[in-house]
């Protein structure tokens, strides 16, 4: 079973930047494509960005231009640098593999507020 642990959310005032890691566990993680998915409340979790393992990356429209996903295959770390933040973006970061297969854990995911 694979264990992920996000971190490095935080508030930011509007137009700030953060950058979240997410550390893996698993023999597998360098063959996998990994997304960063937020969930802000009362909505539904929506996938953000996602890396292949050869580093290609495709974002949502929301984010394209502001966020940037990569990772560090020896690490089995996934980072999501996020610039110019708006309060929209606020939500609980997760990362997980992708597409997201029935039954998957998730961890616990990190917080990012983005408020003046």
């Known amino acids: 079973q694979v264990q992920l642990v996000e971190s490095g959310g935080g508030l930011v005032q509007p137009g700030g930047s953060l950058r979240l890691s997410c550390a893996a566990s698993?023999?597998?993680?360098?063959?996998?494509?990994m997304g960063w998915y937020r969930q802000a409340p009362g909505k539904q979790r929506e996938l953000v960005a996602r890396?292949?393992?050869?580093?290609?990356?495709i974002y949502a429209d929301s984010v394209q231009g502001r966020f940037t996903i990569s990772r560090d295959n020896a690490k089995k770390t996934v980072y999501l640098r996020m610039n110019s933040l708006k309060p929209e973006d606020t939500a609980v970061y997760y990362c997980?593999?992708?597409?997201?297969?029935?039954?998957?854990?998730w961890g616990q995911g990190t917080q990012v507020t983005v408020s003046s």
């Open positions: 997980n593999v992708h597409p997201i297969a029935p039954g998957i854990s």
């Open positions: 698993g023999s597998l993680f360098s063959f996998v494509v």
């Open positions: 890396i292949t393992d050869g580093g290609i990356t």
